[in-house]
C-alpha cells in the first residue's frame, strides 16, 4: 500500500512479494534435520506449532488476509479421511521399502518421486458393498 523497508531493502508501493515458504520451512536453525520427515517432533519439540498463520516457521495453509479460507473444512476432512484409511487398510510399499520422502521446492512442495502403496482390506468384502 505504501512504500516501506523489509530487511534492509527499499520496497516501492504496489509492489506484490512472493514469499518463499517451502525455503523457510527448511530453516536449520529452527527445524533439526528440516529435509527428513520427522512426524513426532510435532509431539515434542514443536508440539506448540500452530498451522493456522500464527507461528511462522510452518505456513502450509498461508497467514493473514490471505490464509487458506478452507482451513477448518480442510483439517477435518484429513483427519476423517486418514482414520478411515488406517481403520479399512493394511498399507505397505512395494517389496516393503522404506516410502521415498524426498520433496522437489516448487511453488507447493511436491514428492521428488511418486507415492506407491498397496491398499489390502482389513475387512471382509460384504463390508465395502
Known sequence: ?????????HVPASTRLLVNLPKLQ???NVWENPSEFQLERFLTTHKHVDIRGNNFELLP??????????ISF???VTQLTLATLLHNFEIASPLNKP???TEKV???NQKATPLEV???PRLHAQVYA
Do not use: A, K, N, W
Open 106 to 108: 516448487r511453488l507447493t
Open 74 to 76: 480442510s483439517l477435518q
Open 61 to 70: 495453509f498461508g497467514s493473514g488476509r490471505r490464509m487458506c479460507p478452507g
Open 99 to 101: 516410502v521415498d520422502m
Open 118 to 120: 498397496h491398499l489390502t
Open 1 to 9: 500500500m505504501e512504500d516501506c523497508t523489509l530487511v534492509g531493502y
Open 26 to 28: 527448511q530453516v536449520p
